[in-house]
């Protein structure tokens, strides 16, 4: 953590500071100990309470030759009182440490890094961090400034260790499953190899984190042309081939944490795949074999959502109070009809696909920026006189006219992000979206069919596969950029007529969770209609995506759960 955080917040939450559980900290530590010599120097940079490096003494390892670093005054007197004598433990920051000369450096590093949010960090704190990151490495391209506090942990962390040592680390899934950690995981390159990434798809660890966790393990690379200073102290280990082991737990991890002593073991203990170093890291976390060979067999049948749509943000008014109007309220206050606007805020309010908009409950208030246009509607005009204090709020301050949203309306919605119920609304006249939606304007205008293909259970599929499963409490979440890039069905292919009527029978009909969904006869009627733009060799895969994409969604809610708390039942929904 840096002291830019710890003075400006308190609290472990702001800290970043989620200590690892003891199963945790033996099973990554045992996958960087795979391969070190028998006493390695081992670092912990973050050291928290401790439970790194009493992992490592658990494992023999001489406490002399085990150091921690931890900036948290209540944290490091926590470490001391845990750890033997012998272990050296320093209070201090490590993004202020020095990287050690070549004969300084360390076997193996193991960590949990703060989990800060770049939100919380100054302008001098991420400055000061990317000198650090620059000398670190010379001549590499500086990290995204909205890279989380972690990813700086990793890029230290590496120039840390020596050629063929193992660094070993616990984050959060969105590491993953961000844009940020795409750029990260390309900055590793020609640096460090990805041995391992380690998830459990039903499992979740932190008993204080509403986050999802996963173990991620690098193995430094010899140095090459983009490391001149490193160090050239040959490696214990061969070179390991450029192929990154997924393995997804079966069972508890204090299980596998006592059965795994190297990478070789979690196919005992886990499902486990391979594939190249350069393969996209997103939706490695949630089990997605199932989505993996589809889109393998699909091929060219799978198109991106922004090839043929444009997709746009929902409304943030920064003031729903003001912007938001219950239609009694609108009427009550004889707002001007012209200036309302139906509004669809939460998935909450959908009960199937279709969406009526004159049924909707909320209106959107669309005042025009000019203020003669506003000041020939009486009403508008008064509801934003007698809100004019809003004006100097931080999240309409910078409008150049606080009262007027910037709003385009909408037939067709991708939701957000998901429970149990993956529900896309076609509305039948153009509204307006909230925050919680992203708006979907079809390139060829033809709204029934993309709504068609968007409620089908293969872009459900896709969307548990890929979404973003770092949310906690089991939401499964979609950015707008990520939304651009979802893979569906490229409705050029499929049969319009077929799949329009299988999409009426579903449409007029409630749509319920995931878990009732698979078993529902319409539903299968519009699967199959979708299943037929395929290949042939992809159709089968199709067919069974309904019953994956349960089986998906049922692992990340129980993942959610709090250990030692029973997970919901299949069927049942979330507050």
């Known amino acids: 953590m840096s002291p830019a955080v710890t003075g400006a917040a308190s609290g472990r939450a702001r800290l970043g500071q989620v200590f690892t559980p003891p199963a945790v900290a033996d099973l990554a530590l045992a996958l960087a100990l795979d391969g070190a010599p028998r006493e390695p120097r081992l670092l912990d940079p973050a050291a928290g309470d401790g439970a790194f490096l009493a992992a490592a003494v658990r494992a023999g390892i001489s406490p002399g030759r085990l150091v921690g670093v931890e900036l948290d005054p209540r944290a490091y007197a926590a470490a001391r009182a845990r750890l033997p004598r012998g272990v050296t433990l320093e209070q201090g920051d490590f993004l202020d440490e020095a990287a050690p ?40 391209p500086a990290l995204p400034r909205r890279a989380d506090l972690a990813a700086a942990f990793v890029l230290r962390a590496l120039r840390f260790v020596r050629p063929g040592g193992r660094v070993a680390l616990v984050l959060s899934a969105a590491a993953l499953e961000s844009d940020w950690g795409g750029r990260l995981r390309e900055l590793l390159g020609g640096r460090a190899h990805v041995v391992a990434v380690v998830s459990s798809p039903s499992e979740r660890w932190f008993a204080d984190a509403a986050v999802h966790g996963v173990i991620v393990v690098l193995e430094r690379v010899l140095p090459g042309v983009r490391d001149a200073r490193a160090p050239t102290r040959a490696p214990t280990r061969a070179p390991t081939r450029a192929r990154t082991l997924l393995a997804q737990l ?79 309220d609108a009427t009550a206050r004889a707002i001007e009809p012209e200036l309302l606007s139906p509004v669809l805020r939460s998935p909450r309010e959908l009960t199937g696909a279709r969406v009526a908009a004159r049924e909707v409950g909320t209106l959107a ?49 991708l939701t957000k992000a998901y429970d149990a119920r993956f529900v896309q609304p076609l509305a039948d006249e153009p509204m307006l979206c909230d925050q919680r939606f992203y708006a979907v304007e079809p390139i060829d205008g033809d709204h029934e069919l993309l ?5 089908g259970s293969i872009t459900a599929l896709a969307l548990e596969a890929l979404g973003r499963q770092s949310m906690g409490e089991g939401a499964l979440e979609w950015s707008v950029a990520d939304a651009a890039r979802l893979p569906v069905i490229d409705p050029r292919r499929v049969d319009r007529a077929r799949l329009l009527a299988a999409f009426a029978a579903v449409s007029r ?27 042939a060799a992809a159709r089968g895969y199709g067919e069974a995506a309904a019953a994956a994409v349960a089986t998906l969604a049922a692992a990340r809610r129980a993942r959610a759960v709090l250990p030692g708390v029973s997970p919901p039942r299949a069927g049942t929904r979330r507050a």
């Open 250 to 328: 079966s069972g508890p991890i204090g299980e596998a944490a006592g059965r795994v002593r190297a990478v070789a073991d979690l196919a005992a203990v886990a499902a486990v795949r391979t594939l190249d170093d350069a393969a996209p890291w997103r939706g490695l976390v949630a089990g997605t074999d199932a989505w993996l060979e589809l889109a393998r067999a699909a091929g060219d049948a799978l198109v991106p959502l922004g090839a043929i749509a444009l997709v746009r943000r929902g409304l943030t008014t920064g003031a729903n109070e003001f912007f938001y109007l219950s239609r009694a």
């Open 509 to 535: 009909r409630p749509m319920g969770e995931l878990f009732a969904e698979r078993d529902a006869p319409d539903r299968r009627v519009l699967d199959l209609a979708l299943c037929a733009a395929l290949p």
């Open 451 to 455: 709504a068609a293909v968007l409620n």
């Open 101 to 140: 000369a070549e004969g300084e450096l360390y076997d193996v590093v193991v960590t949990n890094p703060p989990w800060v949010r770049q939100e919380l960090l100054s302008g001098d704190d991420k400055e000061r961090v990317a000198r650090r990151l620059a000398a670190d490495w010379p001549g590499v």
């Open 365 to 413: 208030f669309t005042a025009p920026p000019d203020a003669a246009l506003l000041a020939r509607r009486p009403h508008a005009a008064a509801w934003v006189r007698a809100h004019a204090a809003l004006a100097t709020r931080p999240t309409l301050a910078s409008r150049s006219h606080w009262w007027s949203l910037a709003a385009a309306p909408a037939r067709l919605f």
